[in-house]
């Protein structure tokens, strides 16, 4: 079966410094991927989505990039943080079916201080 | 106006109630369709794909409406359990590899003793 880690589970960043979360897909073969981002008391914002190996999409212009270096992995980096990049940050992913939905990792909490 | 939109509530409805959420997109060539249940600081996690002739899964329905754009979930006999935060997601994309999932802010349901 397909399986999905992402972590940290929690990070506490100061302003100003970098930030690097992982994901990791299991069990599947060419998923798409994808980065959300939730603030607090709202819904969950596209920051990026992947189709393959170093194809990414960028939906919000942001402090924030992405990075699929392997099939399976899929990086979300930032040089350096904003107070405003603090939220819970999930990874997805999805297979290509039209149709296909998408599985969650547990998520990251950042708060940035 | 909002790629996906719904309701966010707060739906308060005592045990054994039936309760409706709708939900309406923008792009009527949009061709998949879901829905998410999100608890309290958690991942979200899928509930129900919706077709176009409608399902359902024990005590939940989904529908679609192509003409009028909007897709609504019931819940019939509601559990204190099904307190959660119901997510609207929308498949944006152009189908096959490209799938692009827009999700509504979503609908708190609290269900009442």
């Known amino acids: 079966s397909q399986t999905i880690h992402q972590w940290p589970a929690t990070l506490v960043q100061p302003v100003g410094s970098p930030l690097s979360l992982e994901c990791t897909v299991e069990?599947?073969?060419?998923?798409?991927l994808y980065w959300y981002r939730q603030a607090a008391g709202r819904g969950l914002q596209l920051l990026f989505y992947?189709?393959?190996?170093?194809?990414i999409s960028s939906e919000v212009p942001q402090n924030l990039s992405a990075s699929r270096p392997q099939d399976r992995q899929f990086i979300l980096s930032s040089k350096k943080l904003l107070l405003s990049d603090s939220g819970f940050y999930l990874c997805a992913w999805s297979d290509r079916f039209w149709n296909s939905p998408l599985h969650f990792g547990n998520g990251t909490r950042l708060t940035v201080t | 106006r909002k790629e996906v939109e719904q309701d966010p509530g707060p739906f308060n409805v005592p045990e054994g109630a039936t309760v409706a959420f709708n939900c309406t997109y923008s792009n009527s060539a949009s061709q998949s369709f879901f829905w998410y249940r999100q608890d309290c600081r958690k991942e979200p996690k899928l509930l129900m794909s919706?077709?176009?002739s409608g399902n359902e899964d024990g005590r939940f329905t989904a529908q679609l409406n192509r003409a009028s754009q909007y897709i609504s979930l019931l819940i019939r006999d509601s559990k204190l359990s099904d307190s959660a935060t119901y997510l609207c997601v929308v498949n944006m994309g152009y189908g096959g590899a490209t799938n692009k999932l827009i999700f509504g802010t979503g609908t708190l349901l609290a269900v009442q003793p």
């Open positions: 919706v077709y176009s």
């Open positions: 069990g599947t073969s060419n998923p798409n």
């Open positions: 992947s189709v393959g190996i170093g194809q």
